[in-house]
């Protein structure tokens, strides 16, 4: 089964900045491509939004209310994603939480699913 694993979470004040990442696995078996990555953020009590995704050729997309202060990228030989989070605002208070389209191979068969990581949380106060 594969995995996504999120980390760089934390507590930073109104300004800075942090860089989340988040590294696809596979337990058994191996993964054979990570297609398109995306990172969402929720807060409790409200939908689940998207923030970035990158391709697989790493053309990105971004929320509005992120553009030109977040930024994603991957790297392919790690089956891992970034997303490098500057000039921070209360208002991105969330958990973030990685998902991604995957192809995995075991016991002679290939899958493709969508996977998600279990979130990191980020808090910045007002």
């Known amino acids: 089964q594969v995995q996504l694993a999120e980390s760089g979470g934390g507590l930073v004040q109104a300004g800075e900045s942090l860089k989340l990442s988040c590294v696809a696995s596979?337990?058994?078996?191996?993964?054979?491509?990570?297609?398109?990555m995306s990172w969402y953020r929720q807060v409790p009590g409200k939908q689940r939004d998207l923030v970035a995704t990158?391709?697989?050729?790493?053309?990105?997309k971004y929320a509005d209310s992120v553009k030109g202060r977040f930024t994603v990228s991957r790297d392919n030989a790690k089956n891992t994603v970034y997303l490098q989070m500057n000039s921070l605002k209360p208002e991105d208070t969330a958990l973030y939480s990685c998902?991604?389209?995957?192809?995995?191979?075991?016991?002679?068969?290939?899958?493709?699913?969508?996977?998600w990581g279990q979130g990191t949380q980020l808090t910045v106060p007002s």
């Open positions: 998902n991604g389209l995957i192809n995995y191979y075991r016991n002679g068969y290939y899958f493709t699913n969508d996977y």
């Open positions: 596979a337990a058994s078996g191996s993964i054979v491509r990570v297609n398109a």
């Open positions: 990158i391709s697989s050729g790493s053309s990105p």
